[in-house]
């Protein structure tokens, strides 16, 4: 998949999270990419190439807001 997210973006993983949700957003973004789960908070990190495996798609582009 082409790099078309970046911080802020809002994507969806393949594989579901142990909450039950696979909607991440992007909180960090560089050599290791930091995404929070939207259903329960918690935070992964994860490297560009494992992030790139397993994203799904991207949802929404937008700037980031803390």
Same mark, same amino acid.
């Given at each position: 998949? /082409?790099?078309?997210?970046?911080?802020?973006? #809002?994507?969806?993983?393949?594989?579901?999270?142990? !909450?039950?949700?696979?909607?991440? /957003?992007?909180?960090?973004?560089?050599?290791?990419?930091?995404?929070? !789960?939207? *259903? !329960?908070?918690? *935070?992964?990190?994860? *490297?560009? #190439?494992?992030?790139?495996? /397993?994203?799904?798609?991207?949802?929404? #582009?937008?700037?980031?807001?803390?």
């Amino acid at each position: 998949m /082409k790099n078309n997210y970046e911080l802020g973006s #809002v994507v969806q993983m393949k594989k579901n999270h142990p !909450c039950g949700g696979n909607i991440f /957003k992007i909180i960090r973004n560089g050599v290791d990419i930091k995404i929070k !789960c939207e *259903t !329960c908070g918690r *935070t992964i990190m994860l *490297t560009r #190439v494992d992030f790139n495996k /397993k994203i799904k798609k991207v949802l929404e #582009v937008k700037n980031y807001e803390k």
